[in-house]
T-cell receptor, first 113, second 113 residues
């Protein structure tokens, strides 16, 4: 069974631009969560989607948004990029929310210049 | 609020030696506890998890962890470390019902030949 896939793997953007990252969960998994990983703040929860609905949201500004499609694929969007948004963005999938066992993708490395 | 502390930022052990990585958590109810490993440029791989029941849990790659409620700890152990175990290890706490996990800052493991 294929794992969680994330595209693109690497991305360079300029301040003020917007970016969209994509995540395809493991087949059959219906819950997708997003995390931001930076050297300073570590791993931080962004949001969680299940059945195309956002179930939880972390403490991030409204510039960070996401959505989930009917096939469980998810996208996250960051608008008006700031230098501090440079990070590894990780997507994780699970069968359903709340069972806790999440499987992570390789991440998208976003660099904002 | 949930929180996780990994007191050791960096640990160096010799190949073949035993390993213990410390993790302390703060959580009001019975937590879901996890250990993940991350190799450079990779996503997170689940090593083991504790939801309930037997407090000594076995994971992949020869790792085990023991849940001690009285000490709010969930330390990771391995009897004999291999060079391929060099990576960063993250302890995480989650709650029943959602996938919002809180991660520790991580412990970087270096293995000496």
């Amino acid at each position: 069974k294929a794992g969680v896939t994330q595209t693109p793997r690497y991305l360079i953007k300029t301040r003020g631009q917007q970016v969209t990252l994509s995540c395809s969960p493991i087949s059959g998994h219906r819950s997708v969560s997003w995390y931001q990983q930076t050297p300073g703040q570590g791993l931080q929860f962004l949001f969680e989607y299940f059945s195309e609905t956002q179930r939880n949201k972390g403490n991030f500004p409204g510039r960070f948004s996401g959505r989930q499609f009917s096939n469980s694929r998810s996208e996250m969007n960051v608008s008006t990029l700031e230098l501090g948004d440079s990070a590894l963005y990780l997507c994780a999938s699970s069968l359903v929310p709340g069972l806790g066992e999440q499987y992570f993708g390789p991440g998208t490395r976003l660099t904002v210049t | 609020a949930q929180s996780v502390t990994q007191p050791d930022i960096h640990i160096t052990v010799s190949e073949g030696a035993s390993l213990e990585l410390r993790c302390n958590y703060s959580y009001g109810a019975t937590p879901y506890l996890f250990w993940y490993v991350q190799s450079p440029g990779q996503g997170l791989q689940l090593l083991l998890k504790y939801f309930s029941g037997d407090t000594l849990v076995q994971g992949i790659k020869g790792f085990e962890a023991e849940f001690k409620r009285s000490q709010s700890s969930f330390n990771l152990r391995k009897p004999s470390v291999h060079w391929s175990d060099a990576a960063e290890y993250f302890c995480a706490v989650g709650a029943k019902g959602n996938n919002d996990m809180r991660f520790g800052a991580g412990t970087r493991l270096t293995v000496k030949p």
